[in-house]
């Protein structure tokens, strides 16, 4: 039985730690021998600089290590590279498919990447140029130029024939793709299908003409959706001719998913879209101070406006012990709301032009919430306190209105980010809790001025 | 060119609105008829319930309304199969895999199910009725329960032959399974292999025993991570003894992947893990309230507490400026430090033994960011406020202690909530928020009356 995999990477870690302690290097040599290596590359991210060096450096072949360097985290993987000569990277790099290259090349400091650029086969060099111009998360960016396509004449005989002469360069066959005399798409075969039909046909009288495709500048998320709407396991890509010039494949397709959903989750919490686990103290702290900086400029808002109400506060001291339930609240209300709305952006389950149906709904969801805890909070404070006879009515009546602004808010910034091309899931860190803080001092302060007329 | 997604499922559900108000049957069904089933199901959920029924019942076959089915919404689906005669609902579940009859099965009311089970066939209902008893988000509960295995004394030529002799009912055939006399998975072979050896070997000969597997009741994240971290396309499901029961193929795990992240997020907002887009207004104001009510009642301590120092705040009301950007400082960076930690802990970048490794670097950026704040807030105060002499040390120390701790408990609920097996993201919504506030109005109030002794 296997390991859950948590277990099995710890395991990895303290054995291999123990083995370079004891410098015994054969032991090690076959211990990562026989680990896959996407275990090899998660166990190196839990290993110190150093040890991470001489784990890479003991991985048997350079085949070997292009696998372990393609499912490393991206924040390991220049600590690994500089330690190496430029002639091993090169013949590193050789094993691996331009895409993966491209992307790595983007990760080295300058004068290392266009020496190794320089170094490399001519062949090589020229795909990983060709990639480098597309945008990092395009369909160009993330798809690999290596793939089968066969010309549309073929005969199913010769196309099997074919698949078993490939080598095993691409190792993901799914589908056929087929293309026309001037590599033109236009249709798609199943490796399926090629084995339960007579081998005289022609691949063009059996293939779908329906490809579901994208061109080249299409944004990765997009990708990720077709994929995961349609179910299938790889997207040829092509550019404004229509030619064939890669596929992504569904592999590619979960990590998207995967940096996506982290993305989307950390810039909610106004971490930023730099995943932070990767980075050092210091750039952490570098990455997080500007996004609190906001939280920061509206606590100062904040403390302007209860300064005009100094006289106010100083003869019912009282009322500043509700701030915190009133911001507390709308914040809280405003999150839920724009956490629904970004998700149902991010999955296609709300779309753009139900502005008015989805502001509507969140309006109603967030006046009963608002109306149920207003009520809640009034009454209590009518019954309880007795500083004012009016203080429990304009408490209620404030959480009240900030919940309800909140939540429509909460709605609102998210849809209007999209619509202006921003990324929605940014609106819900800081924007909206700032609003919130503001709108809410305000309402509350003013209610009490005008209703309380102190 | 291809329309965007979310431009072509509007445009669909333009023209089939019009379509129906017009009566225009035939122009529907045709409409239907040439649209992808993922993309009928889409346009389903963006119709009136009414609608929805109409459309569904215009569908050709019922083979196309259960590749239709199969990819809907669950909110939708009770809505369109109780418009429908059980005879017609058990003819469309024939055409669908056991695991999708199954989990469409849970979501149709009771007398319903048990007479849909009662009239399908017999072998299809044991299927079913032995897919109900898993948890519905362990392996056991998203794997199909149909799979293609074969024997392990089979020649490759035998093997090719019987692949070309099988229905298309098992329509995504990755990896050939191999299995010994008792049904027990020994290996595996890829399509691919299949075709490159010569037609005499047995499978046994040529087969990896080395197969990446899961046993029915392991977690669905558990397999999403195994199908992200080894790039394979399915994973074999067997019981205690090792008896291939069925597999996961990595649709379902696009589809899995995607729920997490939804459920997490939802949950770090405090919304729940319902997903609240699918509900009516009402069982949203159900799912949501209780998670203010955390709020709710942290306000109220704060109250309680702010109350106790009403003669201090009587005395300088311009302390009660300072609750919204102490406390917003705070849960902000409580937040970002517990969306660090939830995200790292779901992708496996952090291991709860890293335990004090992580609280340390947590603390540490906490505290230069904390650091940072204070003394600027310190200062800004101490220069422009004239209030007390000593108002602006006891502001920014308060703010730097705040701030510090709140990374801490940022960092630490999760990791503890995962340690005892809850779920890491419900510590971010209701519980750091909540604790900080409290905190954070301790420490502001206290640090005033021993340090300015009013």
Redesign the interface.
């Known amino acids: 039985?296997?390991l859950?995999?948590?277990e099995k990477?710890?395991l990895l870690v303290e054995t291999s730690k123990k083995l370079l302690r004891r410098q015994a290097v054969p032991h090690l040599k076959n211990l990562i021998d026989k680990t896959?290596a996407?275990?090899v590359a998660?166990m190196l991210?839990?290993l110190d600089p150093k040890e991470k060096q001489a784990v890479f450096s003991f991985i048997k072949s350079s085949h070997i290590q292009a696998d372990v360097l393609s499912e490393m985290?991206e924040g390991d993987i220049p600590l690994v590279l500089e330690g190496l000569e430029t002639e091993k990277v090169c013949r590193i790099f050789k094993e691996m498919s331009s895409d993966d290259v491209a992307d790595i090349l983007t990760l080295l400091p300058e004068p290392m990447s266009s020496e190794i650029l320089k170094l490399m086969e001519a062949a090589q060099s020229e795909e990983v140029e060709d990639l480098l111009q597309y945008e990092e998360d395009s369909a160009g960016g993330i798809m690999d130029p290596q793939f089968f396509a066969l010309d549309e004449n073929m005969t199913v005989g010769e196309a099997?024939q074919k698949?078993?002469e490939e080598s095993s360069e691409q190792e993901m066959?799914f589908y056929i793709y087929v293309v026309n005399s001037i590599g033109q798409l236009v249709g798609v075969i199943s490796?399926?299908q090629l084995?339960?039909v007579k081998p005289q046909k022609k691949l063009s009288e059996i293939m779908s003409t329906d490809v579901?495709?994208?061109?080249t500048h299409e944004d990765q998320e997009?990708v990720a959706?077709?994929?995961?709407?349609?179910?299938i396991?790889a997207v040829p890509v092509v550019d404004e001719n229509n030619k064939l010039v890669g596929i992504v494949t569904?592999?590619d397709?979960?990590?998207v998913?995967?940096e996506e959903?982290?993305e989307?989750?950390?810039k909610?919490?106004?971490?930023g879209n730099v995943d932070?686990?990767d980075l050092s103290?210091?750039k952490?702290?570098r990455a997080?101070?500007p996004?609190?900086l906001a939280?920061?400029l509206?606590?100062?808002v904040?403390?302007?406006i209860?300064?005009k109400f100094?006289?106010?506060?100083?003869k019912m001291?009282?009322?500043?012990?509700?701030?915190?339930?009133?911001?507390?609240?709308g914040?809280?209300?405003g999150?839920?709301t724009?956490?629904?709305i970004?998700?149902?952006l991010a999955?296609?389950?709300?779309?753009?032009?139900?502005l008015w149906k989805v502001l509507f709904?969140e309006l109603?969801?967030g006046g009963?919430?608002a109306l149920?805890?207003g009520v809640?909070?009034g009454f209590g404070v009518q019954l309880i306190s007795g500083e004012h006879p009016r203080l429990g009515i304009v408490v209620g009546t404030s959480l009240f209105l900030v919940m309800t602004i909140a939540a429509v808010l909460g709605a609102f910034l998210p849809i209007i980010f999209k619509k202006f091309q921003f990324d929605p899931a940014l609106a819900?860190g800081p924007f909206i809790?700032t609003a919130i803080?503001v709108v809410s001092?305000l309402i509350f302060f003013n209610l009490v001025h005008l209703f309380l007329h102190i």
């Open positions: 039985m296997q859950a995999q948590a990477i710890k896959h996407s275990d998660l991210h839990h985290e099997i698949l078993q066959v490796l399926r084995l339960t579901i495709r994208v061109t997009e959706k077709l994929v995961s709407q349609y179910n396991l569904v592999d397709v979960i990590d998913m995967r959903a982290t989307d989750i950390l909610m919490a106004s971490v932070v686990l103290s210091l952490s702290v997080r101070f996004w609190l939280s920061f509206s606590g100062l904040a403390l302007s209860i300064g100094q006289s106010t506060i100083g001291a009282v009322l500043s012990g509700f701030i915190p339930i009133i911001l507390g609240m914040g809280n209300v999150t839920q724009s956490a629904v970004v998700r149902g999955t296609g389950r709300v779309v753009l032009d139900q709904k109603k969801v009963v919430l149920l805890y809640v909070l819900t809790t803080d001092t």
